[in-house]
């Protein structure tokens, strides 16, 4: 079973960068595409991106794309998300999840990072 811990969230200025990680333990991520999602308040979890299992191939919603980016170090067992520019309309808890090779959803939830952008 992986573990994943996010971490790297805080308060952030619209224009301003944050990076996130997603650690995971117990099992190398090297056999996992890796997703990062969010949650704002009173809205449903959301995708931001996803990377493959060797980092080659990237996907992004629209809303992040250009301004965010994934990347990861499977040496490492960690995913990162970089925040480069972030609007208010971002701020939301920050969760990464693990997908298997032949799968369609993910899983293995973190518990979540906050991230608030101010104006």
């Known amino acids: 079973q992986v573990q994943l811990v996010e971490s790297g969230g805080g308060l952030v200025q619209a224009g301003d960068s944050l990076r996130l990680s997603c650690a995971a333990s117990g099992r190398s991520i090297n056999t996992y595409a890796m997703g990062w999602f969010r949650q704002a308040p009173g809205k449903i979890r959301e995708f931001v991106g996803s990377?493959?299992?060797?980092?080659?191939?990237?996907f992004y919603a629209d809303s992040v794309r250009g301004r965010f980016t994934i990347s990861r170090d499977n040496a490492k067992n960690t995913a990162y998300l970089q925040m480069t520019l972030p609007k208010p309309e971002d701020t939301a808890v920050y969760l990464c999840?693990?997908?298997?090779?032949?799968?369609?959803?993910?899983?293995?939830w973190g518990q979540g990072t906050q991230v608030t952008v101010s104006s």
């Open positions: 999840a693990v997908r298997e090779m032949g799968q369609t959803e993910y899983g293995n």
């Open positions: 990377i493959s299992r060797t980092g080659e191939t990237t």
